[in-house]
């Protein structure tokens, strides 16, 4: 991408790049936002980002007690 003297057309053009970029990314089926980190947990077809699998995260010590 080419710079030009007017820093605040290239970020805009920036900007529109990284959020076509963005829209290609699979989305969380909890939270429905893009999923950018390196990896995603696919259930079936359902995808989760690691912050919506974490929230489902339970000790099996709560079942034993």
Same mark, same amino acid.
């Given at each position: 991408? %080419?710079?030009?003297?007017? *820093?605040?057309? =290239?970020?805009?053009? #920036? $900007?529109?790049?990284?959020?076509?970029?963005?829209?290609?990314?699979?989305?969380? %089926?909890?939270?429905?936002? *893009?999923?950018? =980190?390196?990896?995603? #947990? $696919?259930?079936?077809?359902?995808?989760?980002?690691?912050?919506?699998?974490?929230?489902?995260?339970?000790?099996?010590?709560?079942?034993?007690?």
């Amino acid at each position: 991408m %080419s710079r030009t003297d007017n *820093p605040v057309a =290239d970020f805009e053009r #920036y $900007d529109a790049v990284q959020e076509r970029a963005k829209e290609k990314l699979p989305r969380c %089926s909890e939270c429905g936002e *893009p999923i950018q =980190d390196d990896f995603f #947990y $696919d259930f079936d077809c359902y995808f989760y980002c690691a912050d919506c699998v974490s929230n489902h995260r339970k000790s099996t010590e709560d079942f034993i007690s």
